[in-house]
Protein backbone atom coordinates (compact mmCIF):
# COMPACT_ATOMS: atom_id res chain seq x y z
CA UNK A 1 0.00 0.00 0.00
CA UNK A 2 1.13 3.05 -1.22
CA UNK A 3 0.72 6.32 1.16
CA UNK A 4 0.59 9.86 -0.71
CA UNK A 5 1.99 12.55 0.38
CA UNK A 6 1.31 16.40 0.24
CA UNK A 7 4.09 18.60 -0.21
CA UNK A 8 3.97 21.05 2.82
CA UNK A 9 6.12 23.60 0.96
CA UNK A 10 3.30 23.66 -1.38
CA UNK A 11 1.24 27.35 -1.08
CA UNK A 12 -2.74 27.13 0.05
CA UNK A 13 -3.84 29.75 -2.18
CA UNK A 14 -7.57 28.81 -1.28
CA UNK A 15 -6.64 29.56 2.26
CA UNK A 16 -4.73 32.50 1.07
CA UNK A 17 -7.80 34.06 -0.68
CA UNK A 18 -10.10 33.56 1.89
CA UNK A 19 -8.24 34.63 4.72
CA UNK A 20 -7.92 37.71 2.31
CA UNK A 21 -11.51 37.88 2.38
CA UNK A 22 -12.15 37.61 5.73
CA UNK A 23 -10.11 40.70 6.29
CA UNK A 24 -11.95 42.83 3.92
CA UNK A 25 -14.83 42.31 5.11
CA UNK A 26 -14.31 42.84 8.49
CA UNK A 27 -12.00 46.30 7.26
CA UNK A 28 -13.93 47.89 4.37
CA UNK A 29 -12.72 51.34 4.87
CA UNK A 30 -9.05 50.54 5.40
CA UNK A 31 -8.61 48.70 2.10
CA UNK A 32 -10.37 51.69 0.03
CA UNK A 33 -8.38 54.15 1.73
CA UNK A 34 -5.60 52.16 0.84
CA UNK A 35 -6.30 51.28 -2.24
CA UNK A 36 -6.66 55.07 -3.03
CA UNK A 37 -3.45 55.98 -1.73
CA UNK A 38 -1.80 53.51 -3.35
CA UNK A 39 -3.27 54.79 -7.21
CA UNK A 40 -2.61 58.00 -6.26
CA UNK A 41 1.16 57.31 -5.27
CA UNK A 42 1.60 55.19 -8.51
CA UNK A 43 0.34 58.15 -10.56
CA UNK A 44 2.65 60.46 -8.92
CA UNK A 45 5.50 58.54 -9.52
CA UNK A 46 4.93 57.33 -12.78
CA UNK A 47 3.60 60.89 -13.79
CA UNK A 48 6.79 61.51 -16.42
CA UNK A 49 6.24 58.69 -18.43
CA UNK A 50 2.25 59.57 -19.01
CA UNK A 51 1.25 63.07 -17.84
CA UNK A 52 3.24 64.89 -19.98
CA UNK A 53 4.92 68.91 -19.71
CA UNK A 54 2.93 70.70 -16.45
CA UNK A 55 4.70 73.68 -17.53
CA UNK A 56 4.19 74.08 -21.25
CA UNK A 57 2.19 76.86 -22.15
CA UNK A 58 -0.09 77.17 -25.69
CA UNK A 59 -1.77 80.51 -25.54
CA UNK A 60 -3.77 79.23 -29.14
CA UNK A 61 -5.69 76.26 -26.67
CA UNK A 62 -6.41 78.55 -23.60
CA UNK A 63 -9.55 77.42 -21.97
CA UNK A 64 -10.53 74.11 -23.89
CA UNK A 65 -13.04 71.82 -22.52
CA UNK A 66 -11.99 68.20 -22.19
CA UNK A 67 -12.04 66.12 -25.00
CA UNK A 68 -10.06 63.16 -26.01
CA UNK A 69 -6.72 64.61 -26.52
CA UNK A 70 -6.62 67.05 -23.48
CA UNK A 71 -8.75 64.51 -20.79
CA UNK A 72 -8.68 67.58 -18.13
CA UNK A 73 -9.20 70.54 -20.27
CA UNK A 74 -6.52 73.57 -20.58
CA UNK A 75 -6.49 76.72 -18.19
CA UNK A 76 -6.35 80.40 -19.17
CA UNK A 77 -2.77 79.81 -20.00
CA UNK A 78 -2.96 76.72 -22.54
CA UNK A 79 -1.57 74.50 -19.72
CA UNK A 80 -2.68 70.90 -19.77
CA UNK A 81 -4.95 70.48 -16.45
CA UNK A 82 -4.29 66.69 -16.70
CA UNK A 83 -0.87 67.23 -16.22
CA UNK A 84 -0.77 69.64 -13.48
CA UNK A 85 -3.08 67.86 -11.95
CA UNK A 86 -1.05 64.65 -12.06
CA UNK A 87 2.40 67.04 -10.52
CA UNK A 88 0.48 68.49 -7.84
CA UNK A 89 -0.35 65.21 -6.46
CA UNK A 90 3.59 64.91 -6.14
CA UNK A 91 3.55 67.83 -4.16
CA UNK A 92 0.52 67.19 -1.66
CA UNK A 93 1.54 64.00 -0.92
CA UNK A 94 5.44 65.03 -0.45
CA UNK A 95 3.92 67.55 2.31
CA UNK A 96 1.54 64.70 3.68
CA UNK A 97 3.52 62.41 4.39
CA UNK A 98 6.73 65.07 5.43
CA UNK A 99 4.53 66.73 7.77
CA UNK A 100 3.05 63.44 9.62
CA UNK A 101 6.60 61.70 9.85
CA UNK A 102 8.25 64.68 11.28
CA UNK A 103 5.64 66.01 13.75
CA UNK A 104 5.06 61.81 14.98
CA UNK A 105 9.13 61.79 15.13
CA UNK A 106 9.68 65.10 16.79
CA UNK A 107 6.83 64.72 18.82
CA UNK A 108 6.98 61.07 20.40
CA UNK A 109 10.70 62.28 21.81
CA UNK A 110 9.44 65.04 23.27
CA UNK A 111 6.80 63.32 24.86
CA UNK A 112 8.80 60.62 25.90
CA UNK A 113 10.88 62.85 28.28
CA UNK A 114 8.33 65.19 29.22
CA UNK A 115 6.16 62.35 30.28
CA UNK A 116 9.03 60.61 31.91
CA UNK A 117 10.46 64.07 33.68
CA UNK A 118 8.36 65.99 36.02
CA UNK A 119 10.53 68.65 35.43
CA UNK A 120 10.83 68.73 32.15
CA UNK A 121 7.01 68.10 31.88
CA UNK A 122 6.13 71.49 33.22
CA UNK A 123 8.37 73.54 30.77
CA UNK A 124 6.98 71.26 27.50
CA UNK A 125 3.73 71.27 28.21
CA UNK A 126 3.43 75.27 28.64
CA UNK A 127 5.31 75.47 25.70
CA UNK A 128 2.66 73.16 24.39
CA UNK A 129 -0.16 75.63 25.07
CA UNK A 130 1.46 78.57 23.97
CA UNK A 131 1.48 76.69 20.39
CA UNK A 132 -1.97 75.68 20.65
CA UNK A 133 -3.48 79.08 21.33
CA UNK A 134 -2.07 80.10 18.07
CA UNK A 135 -4.21 79.61 15.33
CA UNK A 136 -2.13 76.88 12.50
CA UNK A 137 -2.80 78.64 9.67
CA UNK A 138 -1.84 81.84 11.08
CA UNK A 139 0.84 80.53 12.27
CA UNK A 140 2.07 78.85 8.76
CA UNK A 141 1.23 81.86 6.57
CA UNK A 142 4.10 84.50 9.58
CA UNK A 143 6.11 81.59 8.86
CA UNK A 144 5.91 81.39 4.65
CA UNK A 145 5.74 85.42 4.78
CA UNK A 146 8.93 85.43 6.27
CA UNK A 147 11.00 83.18 4.21
CA UNK A 148 11.22 82.43 0.33
CA UNK A 149 8.14 80.29 -0.69
CA UNK A 150 9.40 76.26 -0.77
CA UNK A 151 8.06 73.18 -0.26
CA UNK A 152 10.55 72.55 2.75
CA UNK A 153 9.44 75.94 4.60
CA UNK A 154 6.08 74.66 4.04
CA UNK A 155 6.64 71.36 5.27
CA UNK A 156 8.29 72.85 8.25
CA UNK A 157 5.28 75.45 9.19
CA UNK A 158 2.73 72.99 9.12
CA UNK A 159 4.53 70.34 11.62
CA UNK A 160 5.25 73.10 14.25
CA UNK A 161 1.24 73.55 14.90
CA UNK A 162 0.99 69.95 15.03
CA UNK A 163 3.54 68.54 17.08
CA UNK A 164 1.07 69.52 20.40
CA UNK A 165 -1.25 67.18 19.67
CA UNK A 166 1.50 64.60 19.10
CA UNK A 167 3.39 65.66 22.58
CA UNK A 168 0.07 65.35 24.81
CA UNK A 169 -0.82 62.20 23.17
CA UNK A 170 2.35 60.11 23.62
CA UNK A 171 2.68 62.27 27.13
CA UNK A 172 -0.48 60.62 28.06
CA UNK A 173 1.16 57.10 26.94
CA UNK A 174 3.49 57.69 29.34
CA UNK A 175 2.26 58.62 32.46
CA UNK A 176 -0.12 55.80 32.43
CA UNK A 177 2.82 53.09 31.28
CA UNK A 178 5.31 54.22 33.31
CA UNK A 179 4.00 52.64 36.84
CA UNK A 180 3.60 49.65 35.15
CA UNK A 181 5.04 46.45 36.64
CA UNK A 182 7.16 45.55 33.90
CA UNK A 183 8.56 49.16 33.93
CA UNK A 184 8.87 49.41 37.57
CA UNK A 185 10.85 45.80 37.09
CA UNK A 186 13.41 47.13 34.24
CA UNK A 187 14.00 50.34 36.27
CA UNK A 188 14.92 47.91 39.60
CA UNK A 189 17.14 45.85 37.66
CA UNK A 190 19.30 48.78 36.62
CA UNK A 191 18.06 49.70 33.11
CA UNK A 192 19.07 53.27 31.95
CA UNK A 193 16.69 55.98 31.40
CA UNK A 194 17.32 55.59 27.09
CA UNK A 195 16.67 51.88 27.26
CA UNK A 196 13.72 52.34 29.62
CA UNK A 197 12.26 54.98 27.36
CA UNK A 198 13.03 53.23 23.93
CA UNK A 199 12.56 49.88 25.12
CA UNK A 200 9.87 49.12 27.33
CA UNK A 201 7.48 52.54 26.85
CA UNK A 202 7.91 53.51 23.59
CA UNK A 203 6.39 50.43 21.84
CA UNK A 204 2.87 51.36 23.57
CA UNK A 205 3.08 54.10 21.66
CA UNK A 206 3.06 52.71 18.26
CA UNK A 207 -0.35 52.29 17.38
CA UNK A 208 -1.75 55.54 18.87
CA UNK A 209 0.54 56.94 16.91
CA UNK A 210 0.02 55.47 13.29
CA UNK A 211 -3.49 56.30 13.66
CA UNK A 212 -2.75 59.90 14.16
CA UNK A 213 -0.35 60.12 11.58
CA UNK A 214 -2.96 59.39 9.32
CA UNK A 215 -5.09 62.41 10.49
CA UNK A 216 -1.54 64.49 10.38
CA UNK A 217 -1.02 63.73 6.68
CA UNK A 218 -4.73 64.45 5.80
CA UNK A 219 -4.94 68.09 7.64
CA UNK A 220 -1.15 68.64 5.99
CA UNK A 221 -2.42 68.36 2.77
CA UNK A 222 -5.47 70.49 3.14
CA UNK A 223 -3.47 73.24 5.02
CA UNK A 224 -0.91 73.30 2.11
CA UNK A 225 -3.98 73.52 -0.45
CA UNK A 226 -5.32 76.42 1.86
CA UNK A 227 -1.71 78.13 1.94
CA UNK A 228 -1.01 77.66 -1.79
CA UNK A 229 -5.18 79.13 -2.49
CA UNK A 230 -4.02 82.17 -0.13
CA UNK A 231 -0.64 82.66 -2.28
CA UNK A 232 1.35 81.89 1.32
CA UNK A 233 2.64 78.14 -0.35
CA UNK A 234 4.39 76.80 -2.84
CA UNK A 235 5.77 78.82 -5.58
CA UNK A 236 2.88 79.68 -8.24
CA UNK A 237 4.95 78.61 -10.81
CA UNK A 238 5.14 75.12 -9.21
CA UNK A 239 1.94 72.92 -10.07
CA UNK A 240 0.03 71.93 -6.73
CA UNK A 241 -3.80 71.26 -6.52
CA UNK A 242 -4.09 74.80 -4.18
CA UNK A 243 -2.19 76.41 -6.73
CA UNK A 244 -4.82 75.24 -9.79
CA UNK A 245 -7.76 75.97 -7.71
CA UNK A 246 -6.46 79.65 -6.77
CA UNK A 247 -5.72 80.64 -10.51
CA UNK A 248 -8.74 79.15 -11.86
CA UNK A 249 -11.22 80.49 -9.58
CA UNK A 250 -11.47 83.60 -11.97
CA UNK A 251 -12.76 81.43 -14.82
CA UNK A 252 -15.20 79.38 -13.05
CA UNK A 253 -18.52 80.21 -14.45
CA UNK A 254 -16.96 80.33 -17.86
CA UNK A 255 -14.55 76.88 -17.76
CA UNK A 256 -15.79 74.64 -14.60
CA UNK A 257 -12.68 72.07 -15.23
CA UNK A 258 -10.61 73.87 -13.95
CA UNK A 259 -11.32 74.19 -10.71
CA UNK A 260 -13.57 70.84 -10.81
CA UNK A 261 -10.47 68.17 -11.46
CA UNK A 262 -7.67 69.53 -9.24
CA UNK A 263 -10.41 69.64 -6.05
CA UNK A 264 -12.03 66.49 -7.18
CA UNK A 265 -8.11 64.93 -6.52
CA UNK A 266 -7.75 67.18 -3.10
CA UNK A 267 -10.85 65.68 -1.91
CA UNK A 268 -10.68 61.96 -2.68
CA UNK A 269 -6.93 62.03 -1.55
CA UNK A 270 -8.19 63.42 1.94
CA UNK A 271 -10.72 61.01 1.90
CA UNK A 272 -8.82 58.15 1.20
CA UNK A 273 -5.77 59.09 4.74
CA UNK A 274 -9.12 59.42 6.72
CA UNK A 275 -10.93 56.27 5.51
CA UNK A 276 -7.11 54.95 5.92
CA UNK A 277 -6.72 56.54 9.50
CA UNK A 278 -10.15 55.03 10.57
CA UNK A 279 -9.48 51.92 9.19
CA UNK A 280 -6.46 51.62 11.55
CA UNK A 281 -8.18 52.65 14.92
CA UNK A 282 -10.46 49.91 14.43
CA UNK A 283 -8.08 47.42 13.78
CA UNK A 284 -5.61 48.48 16.40
CA UNK A 285 -8.21 48.98 19.17
CA UNK A 286 -8.56 45.97 21.44
CA UNK A 287 -12.37 47.29 22.32
CA UNK A 288 -13.35 47.35 18.52
CA UNK A 289 -11.51 44.95 17.09
CA UNK A 290 -13.22 41.97 19.32
CA UNK A 291 -16.74 43.24 18.03
CA UNK A 292 -15.23 42.63 14.24
Same mark, same amino acid.
Given at each position: MTVMTVPTGAPSHPGQLARFGRFARRNPTMLLGAAILIFFLGVAIAAP???? =?????????? %???????????? =?? %??QDIFARTVYGAR #??? #? /??????AISILVGMTIGLFAGYYRRFDGIVM??? =?? %???IPAILLAIA? @??? +????? *?? @? #??? &?? &??? %???? #??? @???? /??SVKELPFVEAARACGARTPRILFRHIMPSTIAPLIVQASYICASAILVEASLSFLGAGVPPEIPSWG +? !?? *???? !???????WTIFCPAVALALVVLAVNLFGDGLRDRLDPRLSRRL
Open positions: LFAG =DPMLKLPTRR %LQPPSRELWFGT =DQ %LG #VSL #V /VGFSVARLM =DG %LMAM @VAL +NQGSI *AI @V #VAA &IS &IPE %LPRV #VRL @VRSI /VL +N !LI *ASSR !LYLARAP
